[in-house]
């Protein structure tokens, strides 16, 4: 599929009463492409993931978000998610009284909804070989090494790192969106389960599929690189540095340079925009 | 016991002192406002025949007409009892008590036992009625594996005033389960509703009994409830209320006598409108290794004022108390006070009490709708899963019965 299905053009956002935190920001991303987005601590990473959520206190001063051709700078956060847009979050808060179970079975409802609507092109919601969603919600947990009864717990109360992260990327398997951003999708994971992670988010996201059959798109954020060795072919990473994307460019040659020398570099690279390895944006 | 008291003018004596005697807690009910006033019929008689308008009111509250997986049913209307069978008589008997108290002459010493009928002028005014109304249930000794005994009282005439007074009783090595609803004809807006329950259990006895209060909202309400446990006993109390009240008041008092006795309360509140509510529990926890825990979760919502009590008073040897109260305010002009209280009359006690009131995260909000859902689905499933009952001690058929009876009053409470 061709065509772009995410586009952000000038986007500038500040938070707490003015404070600047992206600047000028441009990004794009196709149907079927799986981009990562590095940058150190405070560099806007997570706002620009709220932002495109469409989440309260990021105030965009100037610029545009197109989903799926749609300007959705100013839609809801459900209405973005039903169109098929999805996070896989890194710190999501604690949700008392709500079971697991109860918000994986609510992602598969929604998801059914969207094919519904219209908005997901698929022709069965439930996994291959489920039966309902209660079957579906057990057969992701199983997948996920999560014993039958942690679907009894109340979500995200008292997991671990690892729990976490297996219990967004269950809920977001269940919703299958068309574009996932995932946040620091590593953090925290023991190193058993990173390659099991790793695996799922290849599958969500097509990696594997040939290029032609592949419609999901991912955007991978995170500071680390750890988790992408097991994800495989990354078609793009872009690099932000105080809120603006710094460097943008084929990922082998981005990735190497920066496990070499860091953010600092990048830093000193925007600043100059001297000598560098990183390809494109060289002058 | 002796034998002078087996008549309710002896009983009749001592509350007439006691009419003008304000209880301790609650806002002062003028009980005059109201009629005794019964209509000629009830309008109910057999559950083969419900009356359309009633069926609803009757399941809301737990209620199951056709009688499945039950072992018998109770029903009063207002002042006047409606139908009353015992399905398996001779495991568990239920009868109107004015019947039970001239059929069994022992039952007399266990008539106003528990809570003393000069306790306040609502205890005292149910004495003085001409008849009395309420249901005896006695589980036989040994009865186990028995379906729960259904109950429903309900105000049938605006303006009525309700009195009841019930005793249940399980025999040594019995194990009852009691599932009761209070509430009103749906044409009923005003009403006052007065219910003194005694409660008995005996050696090695389990009790659970799950009430669902589903009023109007001008209603007010005064149930007087305590319960007298030996030892081995197990008493589990499952209490919601999810409509709106004018104002109820009430605080339940066991008494752990007996060496292990045990006790569970679960409270959960949904305060609507401009109720009025102020519900507690206290166990006094007498004999050794006795046990309480008094749970109660809480929103209030709308104009709602919620006093949520707690009251536990160690005094055996190695007994263990746990008060826990948790609170969700959701509207803002609404008020919640958690008053847990833990007295320790003995070195060999442990009590202890948590109470937290709080608002919904924004957070949590936010991320409900990274899943697809609006404001109002996010609000309503933190709600439902605040308040969803705990089962985790109930026998496994009871536990999803239990579920099933909150989530249908959860419903029509709306």
């Keep these: 599929m061709n065509g772009s299905i995410l586009r952000i053009e000038n986007l500038t956002v500040t938070v707490n009463g003015g404070k600047r935190i992206l600047n000028n920001l441009n990004l794009n991303i196709d149907y079927g492409e799986t981009h990562v987005l590095l940058g150190p601590n405070g560099s806007g990473k997570s706002t620009l993931i709220y932002t495109i959520l469409g989440y309260p206190g990021y105030n965009i001063e100037n610029g545009h978000i197109y989903f799926k051709g749609k300007d959705i700078t100013n839609l809801p956060v459900e209405e973005r998610v039903l169109m098929g847009l999805g996070v896989l979050f890194q710190h999501p808060p604690k949700v008392q009284g709500v079971k697991l179970k109860k918000i994986v079975n609510i992602c598969g409802e929604r998801l059914q909804k969207m094919i519904e609507m219209g908005t997901i092109d698929l022709k069965e919601p439930l996994i291959k070989g489920c039966i309902d969603l209660d079957d579906q919600t057990k057969k992701l947990a199983e997948l996920m090494k999560f014993p039958i009864e942690f679907l009894e717990r109340d979500t995200n109360v008292g997991f671990s790192g690892g729990e976490i992260k297996r219990s967004e990327l269950m809920q977001i398997m269940a919703l299958r969106p068309d574009l996932i951003i995932l946040d620091e999708p590593d953090s925290g994971v023991d190193i058993e389960n990173i390659e099991l992670i790793g695996k799922i988010i290849k599958e969500l996201l097509q990696i594997e599929a040939k290029p032609i059959n592949r419609i999901k798109a991912g955007l991978i954020i995170t500071h680390i690189t750890h988790i992408l060795q097991y994800i495989g072919k990354i078609d793009r990473a872009h690099v932000l540095i105080n809120g603006r994307i710094a460097c943008s460019g084929s990922p082998d040659i981005i990735i190497p340079s920066i496990m070499k020398y860091g953010f600092d570099e990048c830093q000193i690279c925007v600043l100059t925009r001297g000598d560098s390895e990183c390809g494109e944006n060289k002058k | ?414």
């Design chain 2, 1 to 414: 016991m002796s034998s002078d008291k087996k008549d309710r003018e002896y009983f009749k004596e001592i509350a007439k002192r006691a009419l003008e005697k304000k209880a301790p807690l609650g806002n002062d009910i003028d009980t005059l406002n109201f009629i005794v006033k019964d209509k000629d019929e009830p309008e109910l008689q057999d559950l083969s025949s419900v009356p359309k308008n009633l069926e609803k009111t009757l399941i809301n509250v737990g209620i199951d007409i056709n009688e499945r997986n039950r072992s018998g049913t109770y029903i009063q209307e207002g002042n006047k009892v409606g139908f009353c069978r015992s399905l398996d008589k001779e495991k568990v008997e239920i009868l109107p008590i004015g019947v039970a108290l001239k059929k069994y002459d022992w039952l007399w010493d266990y008539y106003w036992k528990a809570i003393p009928v000069d306790t306040d002028k609502y205890t005292a005014e149910t004495e003085m009625v001409d008849e009395v109304q309420g249901y005896f249930i006695h589980a036989k000794e040994g009865a186990n594996d028995i379906f729960p005994i259904q109950s429903c009282l309900f105000l049938n005439l605006e303006g009525l005033k309700q009195i009841v007074h019930n005793i249940i009783i399980t025999e040594p090595n019995s194990k009852l389960n009691v599932i009761t609803g209070c509430t009103v004809h749906p044409h009923v807006r005003r009403g006052l509703h007065l219910g003194t329950s005694e409660f008995y259990l005996k050696e090695n006895s389990q009790l659970t009994f799950t009430m669902i209060h589903y009023w109007s909202e001008k209603t007010a309400v005064r149930p007087r409830t305590a319960i007298i446990q030996e030892k081995n006993t197990s008493f589990i109390n499952n209490y919601v209320l999810l409509s709106s009240v004018n104002d109820i008041q009430s605080n339940p008092i066991t008494y752990l006598n007996g060496d292990n006795a045990q006790c569970y309360f679960q409270t959960l509140i949904h305060g609507k409108g401009n109720s009025i509510i102020d519900l507690g529990a206290r166990s006094i926890l007498k004999g050794s290794n006795t046990k309480a825990e008094l749970i109660s979760k809480i929103i209030g919502d709308d104009n709602s004022y919620v006093v949520s009590r707690g009251e536990i008073t160690g005094i055996g040897y190695n007994s263990y108390g746990h008060i826990a109260c948790n609170g969700l305010l959701i509207s803002n002009n609404a008020k919640i006070d958690s008053i847990p209280r833990i007295k320790a009359e003995t070195i060999h006690t442990t009590l202890t009490h948590e109470a937290s009131v709080g608002k919904i995260g924004e957070d949590q909000i936010l991320y409900l709708k990274s899943r697809g859902l609006n404001e109002e689905e996010a609000r309503d499933l933190i709600i439902s899963g605040f308040l969803e009952v705990d089962t985790s001690n109930l026998p496994k058929e009871l536990a999803e019965e239990t579920k099933k009876l909150i989530e249908i009053a959860s419903k029509a409470a709306g």
